[in-house]
């Protein structure tokens, strides 16, 4: 019987990473590692760009022979890739996109490892966010002195064909604007608005035209970069890319998607609504077709009745006219700059926007830890905020994540702990979520969660 013959590729370094030290190739070598384990399996998820499955299982399983290795030469080195994804080439050669974001891989998991060496340890408030501008200007991501542009657009990767095409044409309003964009990397609408952006931006021949797309390695998988990315940072955990996301945009827009958009406008409404942040300008719009109204009708609605007109109004929903959503992100634009000259903030990292710690812990869904959050109507809201972005988390990590499935598996749904009322409108909305095909990419979709009444 003859030997399946290995497909073997060798890539050369591009983009900001193109050398390594001695013992970073050592670490890298080693198969046993976490370092090695970590970068094999981000580096398949990059060269799965373009797959429309959010299904992780079925992504390791097929590509379970996949390899990387560092080949070291007396000047440089290069990667060698076995048995990898065939439709990252083009004619045998890597595609240029793929190419630069496995190095962005490289780059941002080699500054993590030397920094913390992938251990847990407990950083400050302040080490936090310093370690988050580090890793964006290790990735060239910052631009001194440029005034405010940037549009973070966060949405779901299971949307609707006419929800793209929104998404897309907002870019596209945007992209004429010479508005700049930074998504969370995946397909549907984080892809979506940056395909429209980049027409804009050819239409007026802008330059260095920033598609910035923030991933974290336990998502990665399930949502890989989509094509348009050119700047893509990969931060340690969901918390410091969702800090990443605040520190970096200007203006924040939400479109549709599932629990992982719920979790992102829970976080950023907990940062807007802290009173240390009452002289920070924070524009944040909801917006989407008008097929989409019943889904934006159910998110005011579970926030209105659990934190009142103190929460909404933090935000403006306009459903069915992306210009006027460029228009009204454009204004915001100008108010933000004036904003942050009167604060002496940073223009490209706001540094004056306080994040509340709890926010910035890292959150683990084990059952354990589920079970411990009380969602109770007598909780203050900024606590309550920070509970429910934990809830949505927990069910993100249920929903498309291998660990936290297998647990599941082993265990049984996470059970949740609400009291009556927030019981019946967080079933309300996650219903809705189920019914409009929200939580997955697959057909059939299995709850990874149990909402119970607390005692």
Not at 114 to 123: V, Y
Not at 302 to 312: A, P
Request: glycine residues 6%.
């Amino acid at each position: 019987m003859y030997k399946k013959q290995q497909f073997k590729v060798l890539v050369s370094p591009t983009g900001s990473m193109n050398m390594l030290s001695q013992l970073e190739i050592k670490d890298l070598k080693k198969k046993s590692s976490k370092l090695y384990k970590l970068y094999r399996n981000c580096s398949l998820a990059i060269l799965n760009t373009g797959n429309k499955s959010d299904n992780c299982k079925l992504i390791y399983e097929k590509y379970k022979n996949f390899e990387i290795k560092i080949i070291q030469t007396a000047r440089d080195f290069k990667i060698e890739l076995i048995n990898p994804p065939l439709f990252a080439f083009i004619d045998g050669l890597i595609i240029k996109s793929i190419q630069e974001n496995l190095f962005s891989v490289l780059r941002d998991l080699i500054y993590l490892n030397n920094l913390i060496k992938l251990e847990k340890i407990s950083l400050s408030s302040q080490e936090t966010t310093n370690l988050i501008f580090n890793m964006c200007r290790n990735a060239s991501i910052l631009k001194q002195g440029h005034p405010p542009k940037l549009a973070v657009c966060w949405g779901g990767h299971s949307i609707n064909e006419i929800e793209y095409e929104y998404c897309k044409n907002l870019g596209f309003a945007l992209g004429l604007r010479k508005i700049h964009i930074c998504t969370g990397c995946g397909p549907g609408a984080m892809e979506a608005p940056m395909k429209g952006v980049a027409v804009g931006h050819s239409m007026q021949r802008v330059n260095s035209s920033d598609f910035i797309g923030l991933s974290e390695p336990s998502i990665i998988a399930s949502e890989p970069p989509n094509p348009i990315v050119n700047k893509l940072l990969i931060l340690p955990d969901i918390e410091k890319r969702l800090e990443c996301f605040i520190r970096v945009g200007h203006a924040f827009i939400i479109l549709p998607g599932g629990p992982g958009t719920l979790e992102e406008l829970l976080y950023i409404l907990g940062v807007a609504s802290d009173k240390n942040n009452s002289s920070n300008y924070i524009p944040i719009i909801l917006t989407g077709p008008t097929n989409s109204q019943p889904y934006f009708e159910a998110i005011n609605s579970f926030l209105s009745n659990i934190f009142g007109k103190k929460i909404t109004d933090l935000y403006k929903i306009i459903l069915g006219d992306f210009n006027q959503v460029a228009v009204e992100v454009k204004n915001c634009l100008k108010l933000v700059k004036l904003n942050r000259t009167l604060n002496n903030d940073s223009y490209s990292f706001s540094w004056l926007t306080h994040i509340n710690k709890n926010l910035q812990q890292p959150f683990k869904p084990t059952h354990k830890s589920v079970e411990k959050i009380i969602l109770s109507m007598n909780t203050n809201p900024s606590t309550l905020l920070c509970q429910l972005r934990k809830v949505f988390s927990t069910i993100v990590s249920g929903n498309v994540k291998v660990k936290y499935q297998n647990n599941i598996q082993k265990k049984g749904p996470f059970i949740i702990h609400a009291d009556k009322k927030i019981k019946v409108e967080l079933e309300k909305l996650l219903s809705l979520f189920i019914k409009e095909k929200r939580m997955t990419n697959k057909e059939k979709y299995t709850p990874s969660y149990k909402i119970n009444l607390i005692g």
